[in-house]
T-cell receptor, first 110, second 113 residues
Framework: GESVGLHLPTLSVQEGDNSIINCAYS??????FIWYKQESGKGPQFIID?????DKRQGQRVTVLLNKTVKHLSLQIAATQPGDSAVYFC?????????FGTGTSLTVIP | EAQVTQNPRYLITVTGKKLTVTCSQN?????MSWYRQDPGLGLRQIYY???????DKGDVPEGYKVSRKEKRNFPLILESPSPNQTSLYFC????????????FGPGTRLTVL
């Protein structure tokens, strides 16, 4: 199976600072990569995705960077807000199958 | 409102008693999937379906069955549940455009005694 890992299980940031959540993946043949947010008691929520032929993609307050050389994915959240506190998962998609990382818990300190 | 619904949301059962967790979507999505979520292991894909009558095994299909007789429903069946199937289960659909826009249901917390 795939191996999708996160460098840090927890991350605490001050409100207003930028957050960076990292993820390593193992399959260089993956088609695209996705970041999800999961709040307590809820299902995961799609944040942003990036195809394997891209290096960077920006959304509203979020940027995903893909470094295929070192098989690394990162999610940058600008001006982190208390509502951003959640667990963040990366996932890689190979064919029709999804492989998720174990998650990083982000805590925003007011 | 676009949504994925699962029932039941919580279930406590005993080993060997067959159960079904239902999943229904109102977005006319072709792709549907089941995941289990366990502490330290993240989400793992159990089964997925590309369309009606088309189902495929995911990463951890053992002990589970699915069916896709109609587009909107994708039930997960545990013929003989065991304690190692105690977990949080999520159903998800994939949006029509290419990419990872999955919509997840609210989850079903299953305990097998």
């Amino acid at each position: 199976g795939e191996s999708v890992g996160l460098h840090l299980p927890t991350l605490s940031v001050q409100e207003g600072d930028n957050s960076i959540i990292n993820c390593a993946y193992s399959n260089s043949a993956s088609d695209y990569f996705i970041w999800y947010k999961q709040e307590s008691g809820k299902g995961p929520q799609f944040i942003i995705d990036i195809r394997s032929n891209m290096d960077k993609r920006q959304g509203q307050r979020v940027t995903v960077l893909l470094n295929k050389t070192v098989k690394h994915l990162s999610l940058q959240i600008a001006a982190t807000q208390p509502g951003d506190s959640a667990v963040y998962f990366c996932a890689e998609v190979t064919g029709n199958q999804f492989y998720f990382g174990t998650g990083t818990s982000l805590t925003v300190i007011p | 409102e676009a949504q994925v619904t699962q029932n039941p949301r919580y279930l406590i059962t005993v080993t060997g008693k067959k159960l079904t967790v239902t999943c229904s979507q109102n977005m006319n999505h072709e792709y549907m999937s089941w995941y289990r979520q366990d502490p330290g292991l993240g989400l793992r894909q159990i089964y997925y379906s590309m369309n009606v009558e088309v189902t495929d095994k995911g990463d951890v299909p053992e002990g589970y069955k699915v069916s896709r007789k109609e587009k909107r429903n994708f039930p997960l069946i545990l013929e003989s549940p065991s304690p190692n199937q105690t977990s949080l289960y999520f159903c998800a659909t994939l949006g029509g455009r290419s990419g990872g826009l999955q919509f997840f249901g609210p989850g079903t917390r299953l305990t097998v005694l």
